[in-house]
């Protein structure tokens, strides 16, 4: 078992849709849980990070996690064609910031 | 500041050759990573070093060898290429001060094996 499992897509949305992202995690020792971006042939860049479970909002980004049911979430309202890319969820345990990252959801969104 | 810089951009290389990948960051950071990224895979760590002249191993590291001299450059290096590396490789770099602290990457490194 893969130790974050996340669906690749690909998601195509029409511009102005709510997009929702998931993952699931299997390591209990997982503390921090993030989402980062990637642009075609860019690096990847952080968008959000959450600790423990519960809700954080960032403009019409939202990120959830779930740490009951071992599950991360990311919500993008009001989604544009700039949010077009690859979401990957990633988890840190405790040990020197060392990041698990999922398969990553390649997401379009046209105009 | 440039952030994180990998060189070169795009590399061929044949089976059996070796190559250096550069890494070098200027925010002065402790913690730098290789990871490699495979069409739907992810980015899986291949090497990290927690500061100049302390390295480890990740979750991917056979056929690598990475070394740590200063705190700006963190060089990967391919001993005998095979087709299985090829991959983007992306280094990034963290502050390493606090209990989480955000990972930059640099653009990544293209690499093809044949």
């Known amino acids: 078992q893969k130790e974050v499992e996340q669906d690749p897509g690909p998601l195509s949305v029409p511009e102005g849709a709510i997009v929702s992202l998931n993952c699931t995690y299997s390591n209990s020792a997982f503390q921090y849980f993030m989402w980062y971006r990637q642009y075609s042939r860019k690096g990847p860049e952080l968008l959000m990070y959450?600790?423990?479970?519960g809700n954080k909002e960032d403009g019409r980004f939202t990120a959830q996690v779930d740490k009951s049911s071992k599950y991360i979430s990311l919500f993008i309202r009001d989604s544009q064609p700039s949010d077009s890319a690859t979401y990957l969820c990633?988890?840190?345990?405790?040990?020197?910031?060392?990041?698990?990252f999922g398969q990553g959801t390649i997401l379009t969104v046209h105009p | 500041n440039a952030g994180v810089t990998q060189t070169p951009k795009f590399r061929i290389l044949k089976i059996g050759q070796s190559m250096t990948l550069q890494c070098t960051q200027d925010m002065n950071h402790n913690y730098m990573y290789w990871y490699r990224q495979d069409p739907g895979m992810g980015l899986k760590l291949i090497y990290y070093s927690v500061g100049a002249g302390i390295t480890d191993k990740g979750e991917v590291p056979n056929g690598y060898n990475v070394s740590r001299s200063t705190t700006e450059d963190f060089p990967l290096r391919l001993e005998l290429a095979a087709p299985s590396q090829t991959s983007v490789y992306f280094c990034?770099?963290?502050?390493?001060?606090?209990?989480?602290?955000?990972?930059?990457f640099g653009p990544g490194t293209r690499l093809l094996v044949l």
């Open positions: 990633a988890d840190q345990g405790t040990s020197y910031g060392k990041l698990t």
């Open positions: 990034a770099s963290s502050a390493g001060s606090g209990v989480f602290e955000t990972q930059y």
């Open positions: 959450t600790y423990s479970s």
